[in-house]
């Protein structure tokens, strides 16, 4: 065979080797046919530059070509090799995979039949588990079960815990004569659904708060039967909207209470019980809230009184004693937290006044007199009452020092009387 057919053979050789991109070293084997093309022209422009013949020549390349064909086919065959290798070990990595699977959807399955065991709703689980043929075939359907698994377990237990919470509540409303065993069927029958879960959270929850409040009022002395009623036959939304009602006439009848208590007026005492009897027909609640508004009233007008008495006998009393203050019960027509700290301020000041006359006769001493005169005029006038008190503080400072030199006088004459009594002692 002539050299260049030899080397057209070498070429188809090299795009047979194009054939086969799939294997991992196709790229290192196009690399190389290309070498040996251009190797191959080279060598043999030199052999026959040199004076080999043309049956030299294609000996030469014949045996070339084998060599590298034999080193093609043993690329190709290892590359072959190592992939079965990896799929093979792939393969046993999915059986592995598979049986984990297998017993993990096992373990669902027991876990699956004791909740059925116990009268839970789980046939969307149950469903999902029968598609067992679809998770294998599928990864993301297997864990998209498993998920679905972890949840129902977690809702379960909550549930679970709900029902222990609600037989306690059960228990505890009996002690205090609560009955709403009418509602209980279809809590219970919300506890063996984990798809119902948040709507047994809510019924127990308003239940709980609802017994609370229920109790709470019974025990402050309302008339709670209207509420326990609603409670009973299980109108969750008019017991809520009832029990807010019935609340806030509660909180306003409880303030008014202290205050009657603070005031002592059994009237008022005997109209609020009576209220509190009135609350047992829900459809009259609006018409006590109106009444306790009006009795809340009476009762602050009551407590004006009460305070203002006190002060009409101040009065009275300040006038025995010379102080005509008669038109500080104008004011008193207008009783105020202000005015009380007024008639306060009057208060201090007659009796500081008093105080100051008592510690000037006890001293004999008559220098402010006329000072303590001027004083009095102006309190009964009516003017600055603070004024009246800094002068009043002032006087009081100048009669102490007085009183003060009054006293070490007296005291050094003490001494001077003991130390003569002392001398003629001595001298007899």
């Given at each position: 065979m002539p050299y260049p057919q030899v080397a057209e053979m070498v070429a188809i050789m090299y795009y047979f080797s194009l054939l086969s991109p799939i294997f991992k070293w196709s790229a290192v084997i196009h690399v190389t046919w290309e070498f040996i093309l251009f190797m191959v022209g080279f060598v043999g422009m030199i052999l026959k530059w040199a004076g080999w013949s043309e049956i030299m020549l294609n000996n030469f390349l014949w045996c070339f070509v084998l060599i590298c064909l034999s080193l093609n086919t043993l690329s190709i065959i290892t590359e072959a090799s190592l992939r079965a290798r990896r799929a093979l070990l792939q393969i046993r990595a999915?059986?592995?995979?598979?049986?984990?699977?297998?017993?993990?959807?096992?373990?669902?399955?027991?876990?699956?039949?004791?909740?059925?065991?116990?009268?839970?709703?789980?046939?969307?689980?149950?469903?999902?588990l029968d598609n067992m043929h679809s998770i294998f075939a599928d990864e993301h359907v297997y864990h998209r079960v498993k998920d679905m698994f972890k949840e129902y377990e977690s809702k379960i237990s909550k549930l679970k815990a709900l029902e222990a919470e609600l037989n306690s509540l059960l228990s505890s409303a009996r002690s205090i004569g609560l009955d709403f065993s009418d509602r209980i069927p279809s809590i219970r029958e919300m506890l063996r659904d984990p798809s119902r879960l948040n709507e047994a959270e809510n019924s127990i929850s308003v239940l709980k708060e609802a017994a609370s409040n229920i109790k709470k009022l019974s025990e402050q002395g309302f008339d709670v039967s209207g509420l326990e009623r609603l409670l009973r036959i299980g109108k969750i939304d008019a017991l809520k909207h009832n029990l807010t009602k019935f609340n806030k006439v509660a909180q306003e009848m409880g303030t008014l209470e202290r205050d009657i208590q603070l005031l002592g007026d059994k009237r008022f005492a005997e109209e609020i019980q009576i209220l509190k009897g009135r609350l047992g027909d829900l459809s009259k609640i609006e018409d006590v809230e109106e009444y306790v508004l009006r009795l809340k009233r009476r009762v602050e007008e009551a407590i004006r009184e009460s305070k203002i008495e006190p002060w009409k006998r101040k009065l009275d009393e300040w006038l025995g004693m010379g102080y005509d203050l008669s038109w500080l019960k104008s004011d008193l027509a207008k009783y105020s937290v202000e005015i009380e700290k007024k008639l306060e301020k009057y208060e201090r000041a007659i009796q500081e006044i008093q105080q100051l006359k008592k510690d000037l006769d006890m001293f004999k001493i008559t220098t402010f007199?006329?000072?303590?005169?001027?004083?009095?005029?102006?309190?009964?006038?009516?003017?600055?009452?603070?004024?009246?008190?800094?002068?009043?503080?002032?006087?009081?400072?100048?009669?102490?020092?007085?009183?003060?030199?009054?006293?070490?006088?007296?005291?050094?004459?003490?001494?001077?009387?003991?130390?003569?009594?002392?001398?003629?002692?001595?001298?007899?």
């Open positions: 999915q059986k592995k995979e598979f049986r984990r699977i297998r017993l993990e959807m096992e373990r669902y399955s027991s876990i699956l039949e004791g909740w059925r065991r116990e009268g839970y709703n789980v046939s969307d689980l149950e469903k999902a007199n006329f000072e303590i005169f001027l004083i009095e005029k102006k309190m009964v006038k009516g003017e600055d009452i603070d004024r009246v008190l800094e002068e009043v503080s002032s006087i009081r400072q100048k009669a102490q020092d007085i009183i003060k030199v009054e006293m070490e006088k007296s005291i050094d004459g003490m001494i001077l009387k003991v130390k003569k009594f002392l001398e003629e002692l001595n001298a007899r």
